[in-house]
């Protein structure tokens, strides 16, 4: 974990911090971060509160498609049960279900706004840890259903981005959203719901082995009263157990707030957290220490430690990790599987394709196995080796030929002739960050290393071989056809 020699630090450091700490950028992009030394591009990334972002983040949704009956509503039901008026009851049904409908296609919008953000963004760090959170404090809408609770919580993750790490866990035992999905809703002082309490300690924060079930009780006793009405969090002090707890060592009449407490109290924190950002910006690793390699264990001790000696912000402990020699290794560059996520934002940043239809690409990444707002449980995504397998390997081939080239497994895109990618402007891209400094200028060495990191003999041998059937022609057709040969590399799938 020693800092990056300055020196050492060029474009290939600076495209692998671009993509690990983001979604990747063009290659004049990469360039000025390169320029920046490691030091001024860590920063930059970093310090994304002082750039200014307007043009999709404005967005509002409509808080009120679904509502807490209001007493009118409620009188309806009532005189339409005493006078038995199926017709009625009917139309009050339909009513419901019409709000429902709206409400999940406000939903399927807000993965719209997300996914547009992130294509757009001049902040990538800030959705790359909005992601990161998604995934950690993972929420469905299959569950709550309801749209705006999840743009709330979104919202939330964004605001605590790179934040104190207390003050996020503090703030999702209130966040409606959460409290919906592991029923603490439903908890009650003489019957306690323990999935929040669980789950708070074995996947938000201490993970497995760092607690006992008596503090999962004790940890559900606190949160009693911890509900929400309509939009926002509700303390009902009615239903609060205010005898007195034990958890994990402290004691007291401890409520949600006391509880959050005594889990940052404990060391296990730094560690749990600290693999956490490890595997997601670094390397995929074992939670358990004696799993890992000696070299992954002794950077997220680093880490833990930066973690404690911080108070639990989270922007200097990524700091020490970007600017770790560590970081930049061959044992690290190269060696991490893209989500469907990261490989769609990727490819529209970096080759600058059109984005196209984003529908069409939310659906790619559904199928490739990470649906935004859908995550398959309260653990999130597995992610690794995960990610690959026959059927996904298939979408993700034809969402990168879609991008690329406009083409569709079962037709061609109508908008694909006046949606084009513009390869005049990527082939000057590729020679200003490459051709005056990095060697020769060769457009084929030069795509390669920016696409996939290296041009090796094999690759280079299959692009040149391509190009000598297209008759040596270097042109926007031949352009396209190498990314598409490119992306059909299985390096194109790490990153």
């Known amino acids: 974990m020693t800092p990056i020699d300055p020196e050492s630090f060029g474009f290939d450091q600076a495209r692998h911090l671009a993509l690990r700490a983001g979604f990747g950028g063009t290659p004049v992009q990469v360039r000025a971060l390169a320029a920046m030394g490691s030091e001024g591009a860590v920063d930059y990334l970093l310090d994304y509160d002082d750039i200014d972002f307007e043009q999709v983040q404005a967005r509002e949704f409509d808080r009120d498609i679904l509502h807490p009956e209001t007493a009118d509503e409620r009188e309806m039901y009532r005189r339409a049960r005493q006078m038995r008026d199926e017709n009625a009851l009917a139309q009050l049904r339909l009513r419901r279900q019409e709000a429902q409908r709206d409400d999940r296609r406000q939903a399927r ?6 996914l ?26 299959r569950t709550i259903e309801n749209s705006y609770h999840m743009f709330r919580q979104n919202q939330l993750f964004r605001k605590h981005a790179l934040g104190d790490f207390g003050e996020l866990l503090g703030a999702i035992i209130r966040d409606p959203a959460m409290i919906a999905y ?5 908890s009650r002082r003489d019957r306690p719901n323990e999935n929040l309490a669980r789950e708070l300690m074995e996947l938000f924060s201490l993970g497995v082995g760092n607690y006992s079930e008596a503090d999962i009780k004790e940890g559900a006793r606190a949160l009693t009263g911890y509900t929400f009405r309509d939009d926002e969090f509700y303390f009902d002090e009615r ?7 034990s958890i994990l060592g402290v004691r007291g009449n401890l409520d949600g707030e006391g509880f959050v407490r005594a889990i940052l109290s404990r060391t296990a924190v730094s560690k749990f957290m600290a693999w956490k950002l490890y595997s997601f910006f670094a390397l995929d690793t074992a939670y358990n220490p004696r799993e890992r390699p000696e070299s992954d264990d002794k950077a997220i001790d680093d880490l833990a430690s930066a973690w404690r000696r911080y108070g639990n912000e989270i922007k200097p402990v990524l700091r020490r990790l970007f600017l770790s020699e560590h970081f930049y290794s061959a044992q690290v560059m190269g060696q991490q599987i893209k989500s469907p996520v990261e490989l769609v934002v990727s490819s529209v940043r970096t080759l600058h394709t059109p984005p196209r239809d984003l529908g069409i690409l939310l659906d790619a990444m559904s199928l490739m196995g990470q649906n935004l707002l859908y995550p398959p449980s309260v653990a999130g995504w597995s992610g690794g080796r995960t990610w690959i397998n026959t059927s996904t390997l298939f979408v993700r081939q ?9 083409r569709m497994p079962y037709g061609y895109d109508s908008r694909a002739d006046s949606e084009k990618l ?10 200003t960050a490459y051709g005056d400094s990095e060697g020769d200028g060769d457009l084929i060495d030069s795509l390669l290393r920016f696409t ?3 041009a090796t003999q094999d690759r280079r041998a299959a692009l040149h071989a391509y190009l000598d059937e297209q008759g040596a022609r270097l042109n926007a057709e031949t352009i396209v056809g190498m990314l598409l040969l490119i992306s059909a590399m299985p390096e194109y799938q790490l990153t």
């Open 109 to 114: 919008d807000l993965q719209r706004w997300w």
């Open 116 to 141: 547009a953000r992130m294509i757009e963004t001049p902040r990538p760090l800030e959705e790359k840890m909005t992601l990161f959170w998604h995934g950690h404090f993972a929420t469905s809408y």
């Open 182 to 186: 592991l029923d603490n809703n439903d």
């Open 239 to 245: 239903n609060h157990d205010t005898t007195r707890k």
């Open 398 to 406: 034809n969402i990168l030929t879609y991008l690329i080239a406009g």
């Open 422 to 431: 513009d390869t005049e402007e990527l082939r000057q891209s590729i020679e």
């Open 452 to 454: 996939i990191g290296a």
